[in-house]
């Protein structure tokens, strides 16, 4: 009460005309109503929308895909589809456009449009192309132009390229001014549509065609969005498969395999189908390379309808709930890994690349990831994975629903695993700017991100303040020492919610943590931090009683890119004990990292 007496007083001293006299119970009264108000504005509420944009020319067009071609027509439309989403703290939208690859630095321009007019912050803006290789050229070639530059002589097409960047900008815009209450389902599909296309001869070389005893991935992963009466609104379907059933004699535009399959179910169901593209590295459609002498290419892409499309309307039944209570995080990480020797860059793509101290030339590859509520994580890259790599990620994820978003937010290449190298073929040998080092690296990052980072984060704890608790010994013996489980120390430390991570962090400032350790042993760290290139290369040490473990901090890219990496080891006793991060020697200017996790692991019991 000596609060709101104060700040009447104040009020009338500012007017001194009116004098306010508040009984006791009309200010409960009022206080109750606010209360009542407070809560009700306060509660979040989940909501969509969704937006379908033609962007098909009126004019020829050089196809993407194949070889150099110009389009004599349009077999079918083409379109960008939207979907935008509102947790009620963040926006996040999703964009499925029917194009084949686009270069990374196309998503640059378009995000940093997007940061500029509408305030999207990138992370939250992800541009998944179906890879149709029926469809317009957009935007400078990039990466493409170092693998085949004779295919890349003619001049970029700005009118066309300017009008796709409009069009999903506008999109966006209206996608934004749509959103209404929804509700989200998620579940499982699964349709024999695709095949390995990595055909091995005698000799042990890999050349392109078809390999029914290859690997490959059947599941589609499907999300629903309902209106809050129940109805649907749309559907977001993730299936692995090359867009190549038209081949390069086509010379009419086409969405190909998804394009048609999404249309057909949008008619089946009255709403937009965003179609997703999967880990096809290694992957064709089931009716493709070869054409079968009983049936002519028309047919064969109409019957993806029933492969593909009844799949997906059979997974959509199978959807029994949905929710209103959504809540989503995003976030992103930069993975770095060897560029195959003697390769070339293209000048576009300076930010996607950097050269150690010892000449070796590196790719970053920007991996980024959605939670939604606690049972679905889906990552993504911008490259053409092979799908044992994603499969074996899906397995071994901590989530349920664990979904990959292959060809988004650019094109940097074909990603295949390390034994794929022994076979060869266009794959490894042509398209590819990695070496076999790639998939462990990949796989590292992206795991370390899902079972540390997306998991030990309690969704509704997210944007919250740091909380500081005893941090207990999880089932299988991993130690996990957070940004929000541990306790800042110092003059200049701050919690960063947006970035769950700690920031301001200089020689004068540590983290804390009460530990009860299980089990006695030798333990592995692995360290998720931010830091620019400037300021890298400052040492930290991690201690546990008369343990240490000290190491440098290398650069992760940006402050804004958070990297995976195991830093070291450390012996720790059993029993209740503190741990402390800080830095290792004392320094007078910037700061010493973001810090955002240590995972301990055992790897040796005393």
Known sequence: MNKVKSFILSKNTLSDIITFKISKNLFFLFFSI???????SSKAQFRASVVTVDITPSSPKMLLGYSARQSTGVHDRIYHRIIALDDGVKQFFLVSSDICVISPSEYDHV??????????????????LTHTHSAPEVGVPGLPAVFMGE?????????????????????????RSKLEPARLGVGWGFSQANINRRAVDVDGKASLGLNPDGEVDRRIGLIRLDKANGSPLALIANYAIHGTVYGAANLEISGDAPGIVSSYVEQK????LLFINGAAGNIAPIYSVTQSPYSSKENELRQFRVLLGDKIL??????????????????????????????????????YTRT??????????????????????????????????????????PFPFTFYYGYTNGWLGYLPTAKAWENGGYEVETVSPYTPAVEQDLKESVL?????????????KIDTTSKPKLVQTETDGTIRLTSQNGKPIGPNIKYMPDWTAYGWFTAADRVEWE???????????????????????????????????????????SWETFKTKNVGAIKLNAGRQKIIFKSNKPFYKGALLDFRQIKLRIVKKS
């Not at 009118?159 to 815009?173: A, N, R």
């Open 151 to 175: 295919r890349y002589k003619h001049e970029v097409d700005k009118e066309y390229t300017s009008m796709v960047e409009q069009k999903l900008i506008d999109g966006i815009t209206e996608a």
């Open 34 to 40: 606010f209360l009542l108000l407070f809560n009700y």
């Open 515 to 557: 530990v009860d350790v299980e089990v006695a042993g030798e333990y592995h760290a692995q360290l998720v931090w931010s830091v620019s290139d400037e300021e890298s290369g400052k040492q930290f040490i991690l201690e546990a009683g008369n343990q240490k473990l000290i190491g440098t901090i290398i650069p992760s890219g």
């Open 356 to 397: 150690t101290s010892m000449g070796v030339n590196m790719v970053k590859l920007p991996a980024r990831f959605l939670k939604i509520n606690e049972n679905i994580a889906i990552w993504s890259l911008p490259v053409e994975l092979f799908c044992e790599i994603s499969n074996e990620i899906r397995e071994r994820s």
């Open 448 to 460: 370390g991100y899902l079972q540390g980072e997306m998991k030990s984060i309690p969704i509704a």
């Open 269 to 272: 169901t009255g709403v937009p």
């Open 111 to 128: 995000a940093l449009l997007l940061q500029k007019k509408l305030g999207i912050d990138p992370v939250n803006f992800w541009w998944s």
């Open 314 to 351: 059979e997974a959509n039944k199978n959807i029994l709930s949905t929710t209103d209570s959504v809540s989503l995080f995003t976030g992103s990480l930069n993975i770095e890994t060897p560029r195959k020797a003697n390769l070339g860059w293209s000048e576009d793509l300076a930010k």
